[in-house]
């Protein structure tokens, strides 16, 4: 049992469903919410920017009841003035949960090694996990049952797509990452999403690809932390982009979702994102309410 949330698959697909559920019945109530997290501090430690984690997760917090405190690496020295190892020890001495975005995905690993609090991943070079609760939340307020549904990534088979793929497999959805050579999803990724019983694809072609999809998803074609290798990427991602021509290719039942932040022009279009089909400001408002239910059941003593 992991008590952390460095992965989605950490969750079965039984506690998935539960979350999904807490988020939404929160979401619809929340005078609901309980103070799971009263007289409890929650760290928030970010090694790179962000709009939407670490807001969401402030105010989710705040709306349990605790008390979040943000950290900038350099205020802490982390591993440089001390130890990743002694950072994470200091701070589960006040912190009844420690969440953190990071550059290394082993950042997160040696802080879950060090300390008995959950940690939680906000992003790291591997997975985004808190992203995928919201991107199936928001799924399932537009399509109710994901069992069956068909979503395909177009774009960086990177952290999104990751968390995304094992978030799929536990829902049930069948999912496509369509990405150029070379930037495809990881194998392990998807050999680890099949062994949940997940179906994931891997195609080269978005056209063929998106046809028929529920869903349309993409994310930026530079992460934070690659910004020297925008210019490759720029060109091996052209004819990536998510547009009016690829919303079409996938019929008129599809809609469109992206992490955020977007560059309008790169990976989408600014039609498709501020178009009728994208469900991007429901996402993103989402990222509160899922990560509520995540760190309530953390709080309760939840693992997977
Ligand atoms: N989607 C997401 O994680 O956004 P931020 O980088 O702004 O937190
Ligand atoms: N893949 C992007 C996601 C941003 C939320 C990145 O890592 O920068």
Same mark, same amino acid.
Request: glycine share 12%.
């Given at each position: 049992m992991t008590r952390d949330f460095l992965e989605v698959d950490a969750l079965t697909p039984d506690r998935l469903g539960a979350l999904l559920e807490q988020a939404r019945a929160w979401k619809r #109530? *929340? !005078? $609901?919410? *309980?103070? $799971? =997290? $009263?007289r409890k501090g929650v760290a928030l430690l970010f090694e790179k920017p962000s709009a939407r984690t670490r807001s969401s997760t402030e105010m989710a917090v705040v709306g349990l009841g605790g008390h979040p405190i943000y950290i900038r690496p350099d205020e802490v020295g =982390? !591993?440089?003035?001390? @130890?990743v190892e002694d950072v994470a020890r200091t701070l589960a001495g006040y912190c009844a949960i420690i969440a953190a975005r990071v550059f290394d995905h082993a950042t997160l690993e040696a802080m879950a090694a060090a300390v008995e609090v959950p940690v939680v991943n906000l992003l790291s070079d591997r997975a985004h996990p808190c992203q995928a609760l919201a991107d199936v939340l928001t799924l399932r307020e537009r399509l109710? @049952? =994901? #069992?069956g549904r068909r979503v395909v990534f177009v774009g960086d088979g990177n952290n999104v797509a990751a968390s995304l793929a094992f978030a799929s497999a536990l829902c049930g959805i069948e999912l496509t990452v369509a990405s150029p050579p070379g930037y495809e999803l990881d194998d392990d990724v998807v050999d680890r999403a099949r062994n949940l019983g997940g179906t994931v694809e891997v195609a080269i072609d978005p056209y063929e690809a998106v046809k028929g999809a529920d869903a349309v998803y993409t994310d930026v074609w530079t992460s934070m932390g690659q910004e020297a290798e925008a210019d490759a990427r720029r060109a091996a991602f052209r004819g990536y982009q998510v547009d009016a021509d690829l919303m079409t290719a996938a019929g008129d039942q599809a809609v469109f979702l992206h992490c955020l932040p977007a560059h309008r022009g790169e990976e989408v279009s600014a039609e498709v994102i501020d178009g *009728?089909? @994208? =469900?991007v400001w429901q996402q993103a408002a989402n990222r509160m309410d899922a990560v509520r239910a995540l760190l309530a059941d953390l709080a309760a003593g939840g693992g997977a």
């Open positions: #109530d *929340p !005078g $609901a919410v *309980p103070a $799971a =997290l $009263a =982390l !591993g440089v003035r001390e @130890s109710g @049952s =994901l #069992d *009728p089909t @994208s =469900l």
